[in-house]
């Protein structure tokens, strides 16, 4: 079920049962020459979504900007500061747990974001440490390429050229989302180079397409099915044993 999608009855039936709600989370960045600006909030909201579809589980709202200071070199990036995230993904806890919700699953799209949601969990869990009160609430983040199943499905489907920023697999998955927003761009070189990086103009001098190691031309709407569909299920195997029984399989118990 999709919160933006539910009357707030419906979230107060669901409540009743299970605690539990998906934050996908993710950026707005390049994604080099034939990716999506919104890829890495695009890939773990499309999972959540037919995660939450086919097990009854809550999916809240998409956090779509994130960490992505080294990406604004290039058109259309945007950024939080890392204490701006911190401060904001404080009140989406708060405000969720507001209500009886004591298990929060961000899925997250982007690996520039995961130190500052840890930074924002501890804060999160320092207001119960510093009280000296026991902390009702339990928070967990997960990068959804590393489901069980996803990484060996996404080497089979690119063996060369899978690359670590506009990976093959992740434009994939936003393909199969958005049909719509494909591009056809020949890639030069063919696979992108490799390194480190500090700031946006560091960023852009190294990589000047965008690309880090990868062939995104690769990239097709049905692997990004395929990478789904695994995605998929070994998130709502992940979310049951979070969460508990799914809501769909409770009512029908
Ligand atoms: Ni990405």
């Known amino acids: ?12 039936a669901y409540l009743k049962h299970c605690k539990g709600i998906i934050i996908p989370i993710g950026s707005t960045e390049q994604h080099g020459p034939n990716g999506l600006v919104g890829t890495d909030a695009i890939c773990p909201e499309v999972i959540a979504a037919e995660a939450g579809a086919d097990s009854g589980f809550l999916v809240g709202p998409t956090f779509n900007v994130g960490i992505a200071q080294h990406h604004l070199g290039f058109p259309g990036s945007m950024t939080l500061r890392p ?22 699953y961000f899925l997250n799209g982007h690996g520039g974001n995961i130190a500052t949601i840890q930074a924002a969990f501890a804060e999160f869990y320092a207001n119960f440490s510093l009280d000296a009160a026991p902390c009702p609430v339990q928070l967990k983040s997960r990068n959804w390429w590393e489901l069980p199943g996803v990484m060996d499905l996404a080497r089979e489907l690119f063996p060369v050229g899978e690359g670590q920023h506009a990976t093959a697999s992740e434009v994939s998955v936003t393909y199969y989302a958005h049909p ?6 020949a890639m030069s070189p063919k696979i992108a180079p490799v390194g480190g990086f500090t700031d946006a103009a560091d960023y852009r001098r190294n990589f000047p397409d965008g690309r880090i190691g990868s062939d ?18 070994a998130l709502i195997g992940e979310l049951t044993q979070f969460f508990g029984a799914p809501p769909r399989r409770a009512a029908a118990e």
Do not use: F, Y
Request: glycine share 4%; hydrophobic share 40%.
């Open 1 to 12: 079920m999709l919160l933006h999608h539910a009357a707030w009855p419906e979230v107060e």
């Open 83 to 104: 204490s701006t995230m911190i401060a904001a993904l404080n009140d989406w806890i708060e405000s969720l747990t507001r209500h009886g919700i004591d298990r929060i």
């Open 180 to 185: 719509s927003a494909i591009k056809s761009v």
């Open 216 to 233: 995104p031309s690769q990239a097709t709407p049905e692997k990004g099915e395929r990478l789904v569909s695994t995605a998929k299920r």
